[in-house]
């Protein structure tokens, strides 16, 4: 079986966990730093991209929280520029729109074939 790496591992407990953007990168750092995070934001976006094609996550956007639960799903082809503007990954005091990743239709377990689609 594949080793997943320490982003692909933090991502998959993020989105069972429906969490917002921002705070896939906050875990990720361990810091409040949003410079620091920026440096992540590539990766986890990719990441995002790949498993939100492949039916393993989901990214949802509403202007309530819990936005994984309440928020719409973001279409496929709107993914990768959502996730690619580091605007989507900024924390606000008191966002108007949520952004957030949760588990999508078929099981992260077979995300080692998954990768070799």
Do not use: C, H
């Not at 993020?14 to 361990?30: F, H, K, M, P, Y």
């Amino acid at each position: 079986m594949k080793e997943w790496t320490d982003d692909e591992y933090l991502l998959y407990v993020n989105a069972r966990e429906g969490s917002t953007l921002w705070d896939i990168v906050a875990d990720r750092t361990q810091s409040e730093d949003e410079k620091l995070w920026e440096e992540y934001i590539p990766v986890f976006a990719q990441l995002i991209v790949r498993w939100q094609r492949l039916g393993f996550l989901k990214v949802r956007r509403g202007p309530e929280w819990p936005a994984s639960v309440v928020g719409d799903e973001v279409p496929t082809d709107q993914v990768p520029a959502l996730v690619e503007d580091p605007t989507s990954w900024r924390y606000e005091e008191e966002p108007t729109v949520f952004i957030a990743v949760t588990v999508g239709d078929r099981d992260i377990t077979e995300l080692e074939e998954g990768m070799e689609e």
